[in-house]
């Protein structure tokens, strides 16, 4: 079955103890990116991959870091996490960039987030 | 103005009525605009994509593209209360020497038995 998926999909951590989020898809897909989602704010994206190796900041990159060593996994990290990233986040994928294609972007089912 | 706009809803209709939802964009060069359904707690999933004026159906959905008024918009026949969900506009922007891809903050639907 075609997917992306997420682990964990909640989590409950404190300030500043590092945390990676992992994201998988099996679609052989280019293009990946993280989102999160906010009441108010809506989906906003904090960094995508055009590729391996090859990452780009989003709108909303600060405190965050991701790397693409494999075509299929796109982990995001946060070496100290703050309350003010405990929000709804989504990984997505497709064939390639959304920006400038017609691509579908799959989503994970997401990962809920809680800083205390 | 914000680049892609939604009224935020509720929307509320009864069962078997048509749901109208509506999305304005600020930028004229935009070419793909895209429609996502997202139930409460659940990823995004992609219901309908327009590129060319007009309308365009797939079962009981039609988007409706106006890149002269800049406007997309998404027709639910049949609403049906498995409708209920909030709708996400999607709409590609020229931003700078890209495209971005900006999103609506999204319609909330209440499809009513």
């Known amino acids: 079955e075609a997917q992306v998926t997420q682990n964990p999909r909640y989590l409950i951590t404190v300030t500043g103890k590092k945390l990676t989020v992992t994201c998988s898809q099996n679609?052989?897909?280019?293009?990946m990116s993280w989102y999160r989602q906010d009441p108010g704010l809506g989906l906003r994206q904090i960094y995508y991959?055009?590729?391996?190796?090859?990452?780009d900041k989003g709108d909303v990159p600060e405190g965050y870091k991701v790397s693409r060593k494999e075509k299929r996994n796109f982990p995001l990290i946060l070496e100290s996490p703050s309350p003010n990233q405990t929000s709804l986040y989504f990984c997505?994928?497709?064939?390639?960039?959304?920006?400038?294609?017609?691509?579908?972007?799959?989503f994970g089912p997401g990962t809920r987030l809680t800083v205390l | 103005q914000k680049e892609v706009e939604q009224n935020s809803g509720p929307l509320s209709v009864p069962e078997g009525a048509i749901a109208s939802l509506n999305c304005t964009y600020s930028?004229?060069?935009?070419?793909?605009f895209f429609w996502y359904r997202q139930y409460s707690g659940k990823s995004p999933e992609l219901i309908m994509s327009?590129?060319s004026n007009g309308d365009k159906e797939d079962g009981r959905f039609t988007a409706q593209l106006n890149k002269a008024s800049q406007y997309v918009s998404l027709l639910i026949r049949d609403s049906q209360p498995s409708d209920s969900a909030t709708y996400l506009c999607?709409?590609?922007?020229?931003?700078?020497?890209?495209?971005?891809?900006?999103w609506g903050l999204g319609t909330s639907l209440a499809v009513n038995p």
């Open positions: 997505a994928s497709s064939l390639s960039s959304p920006q400038g294609s017609r691509d579908t972007q799959y």
């Open positions: 679609m052989n897909h280019e293009y």
């Open positions: 991959s055009m590729n391996v190796e090859v990452t």
């Open positions: 930028d004229r060069g935009s070419q793909s």
């Open positions: 327009i590129y």
């Open positions: 999607a709409v590609n922007i020229n931003a700078g020497n890209n495209r971005k891809l900006i």
